[in-house]
């Protein structure tokens, strides 16, 4: 009987954000926006075009903005401007680095590309075209797609924030397997924009088009605004038959899918480390508590579990596994929901006590698997502090007799010592991200790990007619995932016969199955839409994230070996890895060369204190590094010399170690203020007036504090008043107070007006169809308040006040003397000249300051 299975092919396809300046319906229009993809056999090759047109009688900066997966490598970007094209050139990350430099004069880019969430990276670029000129922005991305769940999900992320008259979603799916279930989804979809969609099936091809009018795109009739803002999803599942996989040929590549399904699973013993120090405290721990207590209702009867808590003190829960019957799990609970954090993290005790519980544990099923699962927040500062003796002293007592799961929470933990923890003992990494759905994506982790179905894999070929082999051997498989393997077939084959060795809870066992070449080659003949040799690319994609994640644990010599095999594939397949950068060259009298780089997870965390003599952040090259440096004094000559020689081979920029007293953000271009205000002599500064918004804004600055501590902030319609200092939130309204303590989250609303406070971190006042203001609580060093504000293009032509008036009357000199210089322009604001001068400061928008924010600093008088 033919075996079925339900897949989601999980793409994040690009978000489509088009900058501010880009949204302005006289100058910069998009008139063409196509995203272009071809999914074969689980790799997807993206096409994003986008054709922008200037209006304005003068230049204007075009750009081009795109979130796609953090597992795709881009591997082309162009653009095409009045005719001429301006490619991107793929070189050795140290080679483009040097290049860069010697092109670039002033200070270091921030990169085009940067990481913007747990899934995604963001590709940015911008160019000044001339007035009536068109650029043509075109980037392509490659990636496997990887099963989780038992799912792959294409979903496409679409915000142009604008009309526009050509755009075109066109999906092209074939799995020879046979498609089994196709079905789309949009969280902006309406009946309008239902006619704009069309499906076409059959056995093993599928077409998606989504082609939406001018009309269809927009709110109403009335508004030029766009309903194209949300997710388009993609969902599908495939047909198996053969009960050893599936295997693909073509031009000499093959690629082997793996993934049987409805097997007996594997009894775990598991054991959770929980740190409890005090970073954890507030809402991690209280996340962390609501995950354990939903996995513990996931546990299976047969499973046998603990809990390990520390902080500078281990304590084990139990003294040995407990099977996970009602009572059990029960008394877990009770516990979980005792958990508080507070103290130091002694991270290397706590590891060697879990090993030992496994060590000693009896009565377990013979045939289990068992594993550790971690979740710290920070780096160890207790017991063994030194991460590499705690590496060598965790994978000498592991032995390869475990599995150890590493879950970093936040950005303070260092991502690299984790990942290598983890990959050294058979399991993996993964950042948990301090958002509200926490919990969710611990709860996420667990399922993916929760049900081991085989043990031991081995999938064998003929040694003598396979060759470039990419990892064929797997300690565990858990349902819902899959296994790749891929290789080159050396010669003349008529068969390529396969054998998959495996233990199942059940027993062991042996799969055979032979392919035949030629039959496998024809499938793919007169596809007009399969992507050249894409089971090559499919190869070298798989080998070069294989050689990446095991030169992680390597030695050093093995892995300058293992990086250099992954370079040289690299370049000869033209991806952005983390060995390479694309330098994308722009015209003549603009910043002329820019670096898109590759960023890792280990790259997206905090900065550690790192104390040396100057005040200079230490970068070995795009992205930005995470080694800081503190002005301190230092007698210590060892660390001295450390830095020296770190100094020798990296480049310095001077590090932001302020935060400004406001930022903004100009609306009708491309640039950050940093605004210094002296506005010492006065009790209350008069920062933004609207009338039309019905909003004022007025801020006290603190007693020797060259910081903003209090924001009073009125409505008119409705009639309120919010009062907001780093003591509390007041909300003011028809004679009636509400107080809102920074020390929990809250929301209050009055009349539309929504006050929404985020525990220890920031409060939002929105308003429908109003500027959304947001003020920021910044305790280090000093507590002090950070205003900003959301939605600015509602800003009408009337806003004034020290802050306001740059929403409306500010414009930088085109003509000047010092514009041509990169560290100084004029900036004319209500008929004043103001000297600015580009600086790097903190940014209290986001809660991570790793790295600078480059603005234009401007002293005004209130």
């Known amino acids: 009987m033919e075996e079925r299975m339900l897949f989601a092919l999980m793409v994040f396809f690009p978000l489509i954000v088009l900058a501010e300046t880009i949204a302005q319906k006289d100058a910069i229009k998009i008139y063409s926006l196509h995203v272009d993809c071809k999914v074969t056999s689980r790799f997807a090759h993206t096409v994003i075009t986008s054709k922008i047109v200037n209006r304005a009688n003068e230049s204007r900066e075009a750009t081009f903005e795109v979130e796609l997966p953090k597992t795709a490598f881009i591997t082309n970007f162009s653009m095409s401007i009045d005719g001429k094209v301006y490619p991107g050139i793929i070189k050795e990350k140290a080679s483009a680095q040097k290049e860069y430099d010697a092109a670039v004069s002033h200070g270091q880019s921030a990169g085009l590309v940067k990481i913007t969430g747990r899934k995604l990276e963001q590709f940015h670029v911008s160019v000044s075209i001339a007035a009536a000129s068109k650029v043509t922005f075109e980037l392509t991305y490659e990636e496997l797609l990887k099963r989780q769940l038992g799912k792959f999900e294409l979903l496409i992320k679409v915000r142009p924030k604008q009309l526009v008259k050509h755009f075109q979603i066109d999906v092209h799916i074939f799995e020879p397997q046979g498609i089994r279930f196709l079905e789309t989804d949009s969280t902006f979809m ?9 499906k076409v099936q059959n056995e093993t091809k599928a077409h998606i088009l989504f082609k939406p009018t001018i009309d269809q795109q927009k709110i109403n009739p009335e508004l030029d605004e766009t309903l194209l803002n949300g997710d388009f999803v993609v969902r599908y599942d495939v047909k198996r038959g053969a009960t050893a996989g599936d295997i693909q040929i073509v031009n000499g590549y093959f690629v082997h899918y793996f993934a049987p399904h409805e097997m007996p699973v594997f009894p775990k013993n598991v054991i959770f480390v929980i740190d409890r120090s005090g970073s954890m405290a507030g809402r991690k721990i209280e996340q962390t508590r609501d995950a354990l207590l939903k996995i513990l209702q996931d546990l299976r009867p047969e499973d046998h579990f603990s809990f390990i808590t520390f902080n500078r003190k281990v304590v084990e829960w139990k003294s040995s596994l407990l099977q996970a019957t009602a009572k059990n799990v029960a008394s877990a609970a009770g516990f979980v929901q005792t958990l508080s954090a507070s103290g130091g993290t002694d991270i290397n005790r706590a590891l060697l006590a879990a090993v030992s519980v496994l060590d000693k544990a009896e009565s377990l099923p013979e045939q289990s698997v068992s594993m550790i699962i971690l979740l710290t927040d ?3 500062t207790s017991g063994e502090t030194n991460v590499e003796v705690i590496q060598e002293n965790i994978q000498k007592a592991v032995n390869g007799k475990y599995a150890l799961f590493c879950l970093g929470f936040g950005f303070d933990v260092s991502y690299r010592f984790l990942e290598k923890m983890a990959l050294s003992n058979g399991g993996i990494a993964r950042r948990i991200y301090e958002n509200a759905d926490a919990a969710l994506q611990l709860q996420g982790f667990y399922q993916e790990v929760a049900t081991p179905i085989l043990m031991k894999i081995e999938m064998q070929y003929p040694e003598n007619a396979v060759e470039r082999l990419t990892k064929n051997n797997f300690k565990l498989f858990f349902e819902g995932s899959e296994i790749i393997v891929s ?8 068969l390529l016969p396969v054998e998959i060795k495996a233990q199942s809870h059940s027993s062991d066992f042996t799969l ?16 007009n839409h399969i992507f050249g040799n894409f089971i090559e690319r499919l190869w070298a994609y798989l080998t070069i994230q294989q050689l990446l994640e095991k030169s992680i644990s390597a030695q050093e010599e093995d892995q300058k070996t293992l990086e250099a095999q992954a370079l040289e594939l690299s370049l000869q397949y033209s991806f952005v890895t983390p060995l390479t950068s694309m330098v994308v060259t722009k015209p003549a009298g603009q910043e002329q060369t820019e670096l898109a780089n590759k960023p890792t997870e280990a790259d997206n965390e905090k ?8 005040a200079y952040r230490l970068r070995s090259g795009p992205p930005p590094g995470r080694w800081r440096a503190e002005t301190h ?22 590090l932001a170690n302020e935060y400004p007293q406001l930022l903004l953000q100009l609306p009708k271009q491309n640039e950050i203020i940093c605004l210094n205000i002296d506005g010492k002599a006065q009790p209350s500064v008069h920062l933004l007036s609207d009338p039309e918004q019905g909003l004022t804004v007025t801020g006290k600055l603190g007693d020797g504090l060259n910081h903003f501590v209090q924001f009073e902030i009125t409505y008119v319609n409705p009639p309120a008043q919010i009062h907001v200092s780093t003591d509390e939130i007041v909300l003011r309204h028809d004679n009636e107070s509400t107080q809102l303590p920074w020390t929990e989250s809250a929301t209050s609303t009055v009349q539309g007006l929504r006050v929404s406070v985020e525990k220890e971190r920031s409060v939002t006042a929105s308003l429908s169809d109003a500027v959304t203001v947001k003020i920021s609580f910044v305790k280090f060093p000093d507590d002090f308040l950070g205003l900003y504000f959301l939605n600015t293009d509602r800003f009408s032509d009337k806003v004034s006040g020290v802050l306001g008036q740059f929403y409306s009357k500010a414009q930088f000199e085109n003509n000047s003397d010092v514009n041509q210089r990169a560290d100084g322009r004029l900036l004319r604001v209500s008929g004043s000249e103001h000297k600015v001068t580009r600086q790097y400061k903190k940014d209290y928008r986001l809660e991570s300051t790793s790295d600078p924010v480059p603005c234009w600093s401007v002293d005004v008088t209130a």
């Not at 290789?487 to 008529?494: A, D, H, P, T, V």
């Not at 900065?607 to 100057?614: A, I, N, R, T």
């Not at 004094?633 to 001077?654: C, F, M």
């Open 607 to 614: 900065p550690s204190g790192f104390p040396v003599g100057d």
């Open 512 to 527: 055979k199955e032979e392919a035949n070449v030629k039959e496998k080659e024809q499938v793919f003949q007169n596809q």
């Open 633 to 654: 004094s230092v007698s210590n000559k060892k660390l001295l010399s450390v830095v020296d020689r770190l100094r020798d081979k990296t480049r310095a920029q001077p």
């Open 378 to 380: 920070g780096q160890p």
């Open 487 to 494: 290789g080159k077939i050396s010669n003349e084959l008529n």
């Open 190 to 198: 309406t009946n309008d924009l239902t006619e704009a969609l069309t």
